[in-house]
């Protein structure tokens, strides 16, 4: 059973920056994809990003530069910044088994990111 523990998120005005961090706790398996994934209101979930256990990278074209994703073992952190209206959703931590970069074979229960003036 694998279990991933989010943290982070909150509410920032436009502009503003978040990071969201996430952990794999419990066991795991030793080659796995980690990364994150969005739900906004009446939306379907999308991809944002993802790191492989070998350090391959995968953004959502709309990040564009704005987002970093960074990994140490089993945590994964996004580092969010020039948040607009349009990232506020909820973000879930994802992972991906046999180093899947799609990710979506785990998931954590979400954490809400609201962007706001």
């Known amino acids: 059973q694998v279990q991933l523990a989010e943290s982070g998120g909150g509410s920032v005005q436009p502009g503003g920056s978040l990071r969201l961090d996430c952990a794999a706790v419990?066991?795991?398996?030793?080659?796995?994809?980690m990364g994150w994934y969005r739900q906004a209101p009446g939306k379907q979930r999308e991809f944002v990003a993802s790191?492989?256990?070998?350090?391959n990278i995968k953004y959502a074209d709309f990040v564009k530069g704005r987002f970093t994703i960074s990994r140490v073992k089993k945590t994964v952190a996004l580092q969010m910044s020039s948040l607009n209206p349009e990232d506020t959703a909820v973000y879930y931590c994802?992972?991906?088994?046999?180093?899947?970069?799609?990710?979506?074979?785990?998931w954590g229960e979400g954490t809400q990111v609201t962007v706001s003036s």
């Open positions: 994802s992972m991906g088994i046999e180093d899947n970069p799609l990710l979506g074979d785990w």
């Open positions: 419990a066991h795991v398996f030793s080659i796995a994809a």
């Open positions: 790191i492989t256990a070998t350090g």
